[in-house]
């Protein structure tokens, strides 16, 4: 069973199906918007205005290879809209910081992903995008290209910057990038 | 932090109130495309209809080619001139009043006898408390040279169809009924404003 066949469920008038995919998808998603807002709760926020995005409409585009696809390029469209929305206030971000930090470790468990997760907060929004999408959500180039709407060619530059990035930023913190 | 079900409880939620906000928008669109036109086609013909009855479904004149001899009615009876009854002819089934002006009669021991104008008034009065509504008008005739109008006030009666057909007439008095045109033959200009109240007053 997957995403798509649980969606399919749910617009045939079922309601579980639509359970099944936020069982399925709610971390995952909650995570990469996070990595547009810096806040855990208003990435929870729009994750939730996401699934009722897609349980308001139906899949019709055949360019999302995938439903997983699909769901987080709604999902950033509507994170984009937010911040576009929200970009004249100044939200305090110290204490928040924090606080998400022990979230997403709970979320996170693995300690490995954990270390990453934190070295990837120093870097540029696009270099956490698209580390996020490639390693944690284990997407591939294509599809991060239709997600992040740019071409595959510029997807492929922008994870190899993303990774020297990172390589960086964790042996500023002593940690060894070639071992995680 | 949500768990997923108390997640998909708020998200299952959300989207069965956006349905039913959805539905709301498209009827109250539906209603905008539909029905508004329908009603504001309806308020229209309600405003022209209003119009109608009220600026030209009044009629002051007609016209016809018909010669009639006059006959003066007894006490008791009325009579329309011949431009009264064809119009009544015409506008039976529509509703209409018609403007006209009351000429009075009095026959006494076989002869018709002049009526004073306090008579004329105290007459109108009567006919007024029994419900016809009387107005004051003008007309306009040219001087002798023909070369200016002036202008003369007349009292004339409102009536409808079936106002004529039970006109509640005094055994003493014989009517007339008739239009009155200005000379040209032009239809007068007519108020429903100048509705007149006071009969102690002559207006001609």
Sequence with gaps: ?180 | MKNYKEMADEVLFRIKKEKIKRKKCLIASLCIIFILPVFTFLLINQNISDKVLENYMIITNYKTNLEQSYIVPKNGEYYCFIEVNEARKKYIDKNVSYLLKIELFKEKNGEYVDIKKEEYMQELKRLSEEGYKFYKVYYWLYNDSKTEKIYYPTIMVKLTEEQLQNFKSNDNYGYAFRFITNEDYSPIEFYETNVISNFDTYYE
């Design chain 1, 1 to 180: 069973m997957n995403g798509s066949y649980n969606y399919y469920r749910f617009l045939q008038g079922d309601e579980n199906g639509l359970v099944e995919v936020i069982r399925e998808y709610k971390d995952g998603l909650i995570l990469y918007l996070n990595t547009f807002t810096n806040d855990i709760f208003i990435a929870e926020e729009l994750a939730m205005d996401t699934f009722v995005k897609i349980g308001m409409k139906k899949l019709k585009d055949k360019k999302y290879a995938s439903f997983k696809t699909w769901l987080y390029t709604i999902g950033k469209n509507l994170a984009i809209d937010y911040l576009r929305k929200n970009s004249k206030k100044n939200i305090p971000i110290n204490d928040k910081i924090i606080y998400n930090e022990s979230i997403l470790e709970t979320i996170l468990k693995d300690e490995r992903k954990i270390i990453i997760q934190k070295a990837m907060n120093n870097l540029k929004t696009e270099y956490k995008q698209v580390l996020w999408l490639s390693y944690f959500e284990k997407f591939s180039n294509n599809e991060i290209s239709t997600i992040m709407n740019k071409k595959v060619h510029n997807i492929e530059t922008l994870l190899y910057r993303a990774k020297q990035s990172l390589k960086k930023e964790l042996e500023r913190e002593g940690f060894s990038y070639e071992k995680l």
